[in-house]
């Protein structure tokens, strides 16, 4: 029983749950037992959606919406994660708004925005369930980085500042939780086949699958499976990290 659920018994809350890289993530985790919430910020219909398909397939998820740059609505969902299922055991900071606009017309406002979810929501999440994880005697926390500020993105200050904050956040993080058996690191996805919405434009001009070593854009489920690595036992040793999936592209430099 415990091979064919490894996450039996944890609980996990994934923002941004209600498509692409995070619905799947919710459902590979779900799959492997663990209890998932379901966070979105406004579209209560994808987070049914979701949440439909894991309990059809026989998982345990709750869903919740909330602002992730709200810390009070933060705060609210893991006490709603506590309430349902006893605490919080893993974490996965997702959620993010992709903007395309050029420096000299990005405004602060903007910039903040941008700010406000992909660095802000992760720190204000891990403030809101790391004390859950001591408690619990562990965890983990994942935050989804990028490629685009590792090599470069036009048009994308903003985002770009924000994934580095993170992964800055995030290596602190796993030197200060390492005492608590809490691991922190961060996935960075290249360019991934999902699909995007309108304000997220188009993909950045110097990352094309013809610049791919491997050919081709990668899964949600590949994104998934580097996730799902880091939060269960087989990646207890594993903190402080960016861990790769992009087909090879810095490769290509």
């Given at each position: ?218 899964t949600v489920e590949e994104i998934a499976a580097a996730v799902r690595l880091l939060v269960g ?19 290509a430099k």
């Amino acid at each position: 029983m415990a091979a064919d659920k490894p996450l039996a018994g944890k609980v996990a809350i994934v923002t941004g749950a209600g498509k692409n890289i995070g619905r799947t993530i919710a459902h590979v985790l779900a799959r492997d037992g663990a209890a998932v919430v379901l966070n979105g910020r406004s579209d209560w219909s994808l987070l049914e959606t979701v949440y439909g398909e894991i309990s059809a397939a026989g998982g345990q998820a709750l869903p919740f919406l909330a602002d992730v740059s709200d810390a009070n609505q933060v705060a609210a969902m893991v006490e709603a994660a506590t309430k349902a299922y006893g605490g919080v055991d893993i974490a996965v900071s997702n959620a993010g708004l992709r903007r395309q606009t050029p420096f000299l017309d990005m405004t602060f406002k903007e910039w903040r925005e941008i700010m406000s979810v992909a660095l802000d929501g992760a720190f204000l999440l891990a403030k809101a369930v790391v004390p859950s994880m001591i408690k619990r005697g562990g965890g983990a926390f994942v935050g989804m980085s990028g490629i685009s500020h590792h090599v470069g993105a036009k048009a994308r200050v903003h985002v770009n500042a924000s994934k580095a904050g993170l992964e800055g956040l995030v290596r602190g993080l796993a030197m200060e939780l390492a005492p608590y058996k809490i691991t922190a690191n961060c996935v960075a996805p290249g360019s991934i086949d999902t699909v995007r919405g309108v304000t997220a434009g188009g993909r950045p001009t110097n990352i094309v699958i013809e610049g791919i070593p491997l050919g081709r854009q990668g899964t949600v489920e590949e994104i998934a499976a580097a996730v799902r690595l880091l939060v269960g036992p087989e990646g207890a040793y594993i903190t402080g990290q960016t861990i790769h999936v992009n087909g090879g592209v810095f490769l290509a430099k």
